[in-house]
C-alpha cells in the first residue's frame, strides 16, 4: 500500500511564505522584472528579442512574445507583447525586431507594443530542434487528415493552436472547452500514463524514466508556457512519488507546485492562464474527492462518475475567474465537456500514431481517416453546442462580486475534509486522488 509523504512543515511554512510574498510584492508596487522598461513607456523604441513561444495569427495580424530583450545595445529584463499589423512568417525562437510606440505592460507582460514596424527577422540556425521535429511530424499529419480537422488535431497533439480559426476559438470559449486546445496537465498526462503502463511492465524504473523524458520531450516541442510549466512540475512530481511508492496531499502538492512556479516568474500570479490552472488543479484534486465523498461515502464510483464529478469540479473552481474575466458562462459546458473530455486519449493516440505510420502511406491514409471521423465528431459538438446561445449567461466582467461564489466551495471542503478526518484521521488519499493527481 502507498504511504502518504509528509513533507516537514517548514517546506509547507516556506512554500505558503513564497506565495504571501508574491502576493505582497506584486500587488504592492514593489519594483518587479521588468521595471527597466518602464522609463521607455510612451516612447518609439528599437527593441529586438527572442520570440518566446509560437506567434497567434489571426484577422488582425500577429502576435509575438518577446524575451531576452535589448533596446539598442542595453539588455533588459522581462516579457513583452507586441500585435504586428501583417501575418508574417515568423516562429519560435526568431529574433524578431520592432520599432514603434512602446506602452504599458499586463498580466505577465512588462510592456506591450501595437502596430510597430517589423525591420527584420533572423533566423537562428538550430536554435529551437524539437520546433523543426514538431513541424515535420505537423507536416506527416496534415497530409492525412484534411484541413480543418488537422488543425485541431494538431491543437490537441502539439498545442498548434495558432492555425484555429478565430470563430472556431470564440465558439469553444463560449462552450467553455477552449482547455483542450490549450496543452497542459490534461495532455501531459495522457502521455505519462502511457509510459507509465507501457514501460512500467518492464520495471517502475523504466516507466520513470520513460515518464520524464515525455515531460521534457513534450514541453520542449510545445513550448515552456505558464501552463506547461506548471503541469511538467506536478507530472514529475507525480510519477517520482509513484517510482518510491509514496505520495503527496493534495493541498500540500499544490503549495508546493504554485510557489515552484512564483520563483520562475512572480508575475505569473496576474496570468490567466496560470489561474484557471490552479483552479482546475485544485478542484479535480481537492472538490472532486469532496464531492465523491459526500455522494457515494466509502464506496468507489463507477468511471462515468468520476469524469462527471471531476469536470464539475473543476468547472465550478474555475468558474468565478471565468466570470471575472469574460463575464461569460454557457450552462451546458458541462455536457459539452462530457462528451469530448473522454475520448480525447484515444484521438490523441489516434493523430499520433497517424503521425509515426507516414513511412506505410496505406496504414496512415486509414488511421488518417479514423482520425477524420473522430475529430469531425468534435466538431460537431462543438458547433452545435456553440449555436445554443439560449444557454449562455452573460455578466458584467470585472466585477469582484463574483469571487463570493467560491465561500459555499470553501464550506463544502470544510465541511467533508472534518467528516472525513473524524471517521478515519489515517485514511488514505481515495482512488479518484490518485486517479486524477497527474492533470
Known sequence: MLKKIHPSWYVVLLATSVIISTVIIVFGGWETTGEYLKQYVGQTVEITGKVSE????????????LSELKIGEIEASGVIYAKIPKNEEIKRSD??????????????????????KLIKVEKIKNADIMLSVRDNFAAIIEKYIPEDEAKLGLAYLLGMKSGLSDDLVETLRVVGLVHIVVAS?????????LARRIFGKVSRFAGLVFALILILAFGSIVGWTTSITRAALVSGLSVTMWYVGR??????LILIVMAITLLINPMYLTNLGWLLSFSAFGGILILEPVLAELLYGG????????????????????LPISL??????????????LLILPTMPYVMGLIFITGVMGWWPFAAEWLGKFSTWALDYHLAVINFFGEQKTFLIEIESQNPWVFILYV????????????????????????????????
Open 54 to 65: 509560437d506567434p497567434d495569427t489571426d484577422d488582425g495580424g500577429t502576435a509575438l512574445r
Open 247 to 252: 505520495k503527496f496531499e493534495a493541498w500540500r
Open 299 to 318: 464506496r468507489k464510483p463507477n468511471f462515468v462518475a468520476e469524469t462527471l464529478m471531476a469536470t464539475i469540479a473543476a468547472t465550478v473552481t474555475c
Open 324 to 337: 471575472y474575466y469574460f463575464g461569460t458562462v454557457s450552462l451546458i459546458s458541462l455536457v459539452a465537456n
Open 408 to 439: 459555499p466551495i470553501a464550506a463544502m471542503v470544510i465541511y467533508a475534509t472534518i467528516k472525513r478526518w473524524k471517521l478515519d484521521p489515517k485514511k488514505n488519499l481515495s482512488n479518484t486522488e490518485r486517479d486524477w493527481l497527474m492533470i
Open 95 to 116: 529574433l524578431a525586431t520592432l520599432k514603434g510606440n512602446l506602452s504599458e505592460g499586463f498580466g505577465t507582460f512588462a510592456a506591450s507594443m501595437y502596430r510597430p
Open 185 to 193: 496537465g490534461t495532455h501531459m498526462s495522457i502521455l505519462v500514463g
